[in-house]
């Protein structure tokens, strides 16, 4: 019996009697005799206070040095970045021309621009040399809010024809006119080099004319009659120009000779200047190919001159 507890490796057997100390369970080092445990650990310990396994400084971040504050650890260059740059409001200044154009309205700027153009002329001449050409669409949506002006100023419960409804309109509808005035002779010949752009133009504006009231007092359409002549001076302006280099031939072919013959009906024989230049200009062939028979014989009343005649004088304001 003694012969073989002797021979046995793991020591005592009365180990096996003690769960934690079970050799399925622990390691070889808990199986050292305690005198052995303690000079392993009194090495280990020893081992870690030996400066020559000190770990080096430099491979340490700075979270895991506590003598180190972080402030001295940061690059010279990140911890100058960090610094802001400082403004001194030593006294009050005024905005920037930049800034201060970004506060101000479409309306406040037209206002001030036109302030600063009537007081220097030199400055007036180099805005309209410098500023972007309008387009005939934003030339028109300008047109149509002075429409919309006139529109909205009618009173309600009253007919639209009647003189009060004319008294309350009538600063609206000079408005609305004298801007007519200005912006038609932008789009003529030699301005205006596109004969497309001039007609174009031209065809929006004549509605516009159309649509203004048949007022009940006659003396009040000297507005309208007055409109439907200087919009058809402007008509036969144009098209004597596309007459002289194109023939006539995009008039009658683009669609041009039906549409002034259309506004020509609407205004009653007002724009007969446009109809004779439109005559002059085009010609007449009743077999030219592409002619339908619809045009042939709208053309065909052009030319002879009584295309329109017995018309009305156009229709009320709506």
């Not at 009697?17 to 005799?33: E, M, V």
């Not at 180099?126 to 972007?132: D, G, L, Q, S």
């Not at 009647?162 to 789009?187: C, G, K, M």
Request: hydrophobic share 35%; with cysteine.
């Amino acid at each position: 019996m003694n012969t073989l507890i002797f021979n046995n490796p793991l020591g005592a057997p009365h180990l096996f009697q003690n769960p934690h100390l079970n050799p399925i369970h622990t390691g070889l080092d808990s199986l050292q005799p305690p005198s052995m445990a303690t000079s392993s650990a009194s090495r280990k310990r020893k081992a870690s206070e030996d400066p020559d396994h000190e770990p080096d400084r430099m491979s340490l971040s700075p979270s895991s040095s506590p003598s180190a504050p972080h402030h001295r650890l940061l690059p010279t260059a990140s911890h100058r970045s960090l610094k802001r740059t400082r403004t001194h409001f030593s006294s009050g200044r005024p905005l920037p021309l930049p800034r201060l154009l970004q506060t101000l309205s479409a309306d406040e700027l037209r206002t001030l621009l036109q302030n600063v153009c009537d007081s220097r002329p030199d400055i007036r001449n180099e805005i309209v040399t410098r500023a972007p050409r309008p387009s005939v669409e934003s030339t028109l949506a300008v047109l149509q809010k002075y429409e919309t002006a006139f529109r909205d100023a009618f009173p309600l419960g009253n007919r639209p024809t009647s003189d009060y409804s004319y008294n309350r309109v009538r600063q609206h509808l000079s408005n609305l006119l004298e801007a007519l005035r200005d912006f038609t002779p932008y789009y003529l010949p030699p301005q205006e080099t596109s004969t497309r752009l001039s007609l174009t133009y031209l065809d929006a504006v004549t509605d516009m004319v159309h649509r203004l009231p048949d007022w009940d007092t006659p003396q009040h359409q000297r507005h309208k009659h007055d409109a439907y002549d200087e919009i058809g001076k402007a008509w036969a302006l144009v098209i004597r120009e596309a007459g002289k280099t194109a023939g006539g031939f995009r008039l009658a072919f683009g669609g041009w000779d039906a549409k002034l013959a259309e506004h020509g009906e609407r205004s009653g024989g007002r724009m007969e200047e446009a109809l004779l230049a439109l005559r002059e200009a085009v010609g007449f062939s009743p077999m030219a190919p592409g002619v339908s028979a619809e045009r042939a014989a709208v053309r065909q009343s052009l030319f002879s001159g009584g295309y329109g005649e017995g018309l009305g004088v156009g229709h009320a304001y709506h």
